[in-house]
């Protein structure tokens, strides 16, 4: 294997190694050091782990990808301060493993990172990193929420790197689809079975329970942060998979992604998320934009004229708690929480005229109190676009919305008259679909980049718009460029 370089006439032996680990487990049991014990035992794990990652950083990627799934999850059983430290110990990790990758004679992709993205990534980082010294700025609150800094760039540049055949996308995508339903298994649990232990605790602990378990019904929220973010995420794979069941060569395939698209919209129903009906209406109406097969457009404008017809302009299944709080989402002005929401923006709106620059990173909604109790930290946010123009100014908020649509546009571009494989068009197809309805359902909900949406939607950004180089690989129009997963 290329990378690390091997001696093939060394002697050396693990049995040493092994019988010092079994003395030092022996002793530590002895002592009844439960934890000391646990540490010794996995430690060999650990360096079995750092020795593949070294060898080939794909690996690490997909570590990453996962952790990211179920990172909140995780967290509700397991008490960790600090424990966003976890990921970025990770990243950087992750970083040290490829130059040392390619130090030791390992071929990687540099000329990939020369692109679009990652220069547009460094404007934003620019402007987060002056944002430090925005006179009504707390650096704590900033190396609080310092992922807003740097989790684009690295994620971009990671994505460009290790991420570079069209066969990745593709592992990606089935593997988000297993993730898929593995958090609806879960949402499934809490509604049959009911909630375990950590749910309930942070229900109470976090009064969660006040937007979760309502007279209308409970708002599931799976292995995510809250049901907001649940149910977006939810919408997200129903389009995305759904989409991509209209393009793979694979019968069976195809069959599973239709399977998983059902699954993951019923699971939106039961997150109880009005603003996340937008996903797949959004994500439909981007897919007839963007597709040129008559049989698709007819069928994508017949779903959006259904969907449209059956929750704004009828009653059917109103006696189904999770339809009938749906339906409200198609009459906003009747919803008094909508009404509140458009208050507070009014009341923000009038504070934030003179602040073009924001108020500081995390000084937005009640997160930012622990930092500072000021006027943005008294009023709910309820939005992502809101939450980014409190800390980050109209400034920030034109900068941070013109780089999402310049991915949508770019991406559908390159779709529509620059890629000409027809699988690979279907997976940026349903990335660019997805990406945007998520991008919708973000006004109405503060979830953007939490986890594990921010980490997707970053790696999506980065396969769409690479699109080109991808589909070079396949067309062979220009020279393959070293595939890092096969060396």
């Known amino acids: 294997m290329e990378g690390i370089k091997r001696n093939t006439n060394s002697s050396f032996s693990p049995y040493p190694l092994l019988v010092i680990g079994l003395i030092l487990l022996a002793y530590v049991l002895l002592k009844q050091a439960w934890l000391m014990a646990a540490v010794v035992v996995i430690m060999p794990f650990l360096a079995f782990y750092v020795v593949v990652v070294l060898n080939k950083p794909y690996w690490g990627f997909i570590t990453l990808f996962a952790l990211n799934y179920f990172f909140i999850g995780i967290l509700r059983y397991v008490d960790v301060q600090n424990s966003s430290v976890i990921m970025d110990i990770i990243i950087v990790f992750l970083l040290a493993s490829i130059f040392l990758y390619a130090l030791c004679g390992g071929k ?27 006179p009504s700025a707390v ?34 995508l089935f593997l988000l689809s297993v993730f898929t339903l593995i958090a609806v298994g879960k949402a ?23 937007t979760h378990l309502l007279r209308t019904g409970t708002r599931y929220f799976s292995i995510f942060s809250d049901a907001g973010n649940f149910g977006s995420n939810m919408g997200m794979a129903a389009v995305i998979y759904m989409i991509l069941s209209f393009y793979v060569s694979n019968k069976k395939l195809r069959y599973y992604y239709r399977f998983v698209s059902l699954l993951a919209a019923y699971a939106l129903m039961m997150s109880g998320t009005r603003g996340a009906i937008i996903v797949p209406l959004g994500g439909l109406a981007m897919f007839i934009l963007l597709n040129k097969d008559i049989r698709h457009i007819a069928g994508g404008v017949i779903c959006l004229l259904f969907i449209y017809i059956f929750f704004a302009h009828t009653s059917l299944l109103d006696s189904n708690r999770q339809i009938r709080r749906m339906r409200t989402a198609f009459h906003p002005e009747k919803d008094a929480s909508y009404m509140v929401r458009k208050e507070n923006q009014k009341r923000l709106a009038e504070y934030m005229v003179h602040k073009p620059f924001g108020e500081g990173v995390g000084l937005a909604g009640g997160e930012g109190r622990r930092f500072s109790r000021r006027f943005t930290t008294e009023i709910p946010t309820d939005s992502h676009y809101v939450s ?68 997707i939607v970053y790696i999506f950004q980065t396969f769409l718009v690479l699109g080109k180089s991808y589909d070079n690989e396949l067309t062979g129009q220009t020279k393959l460029e070293p595939n890092i997963n096969t060396l």
């Open 108 to 134: 990687i992709p540099w000329n990939r990172a020369n692109n679009k993205l990652l220069y547009i990534s460094l404007a934003w980082m620019i402007y987060v990193f002056f944002e430090l010294f925005n």
């Open 139 to 172: 650096t704590e609150a900033w190396i609080f929420t310092r992922g807003s800094f740097y989790n684009f760039t690295l994620l971009v540049l990671l994505t460009s790197l290790l991420l570079n055949k069209t066969r990745d996308i593709k592992r990606i």
């Open 188 to 210: 499934l649990m809490q509604r049959y079975i009911g909630f375990d232990s950590g749910e309930t605790d942070w229900l109470i602990k976090s009064t969660s329970y006040r």
């Open 388 to 455: 980014i123009w409190v800390q980050f100014g109209i400034v920030g908020l034109c900068l941070h919305i013109a780089i999402l649509l310049f991915v949508i546009a770019y991406s559908a571009y390159l779709i529509m008259f620059r890629i000409r494989n027809r699988e690979l068009k279907g997976m940026l197809i349903a990335m660019n679909c997805g990406l945007w309805g998520i991008m919708l359902s973000a006004y109405g909900n503060n979830f953007f980049w939490q986890y594990p949406t921010g980490y």
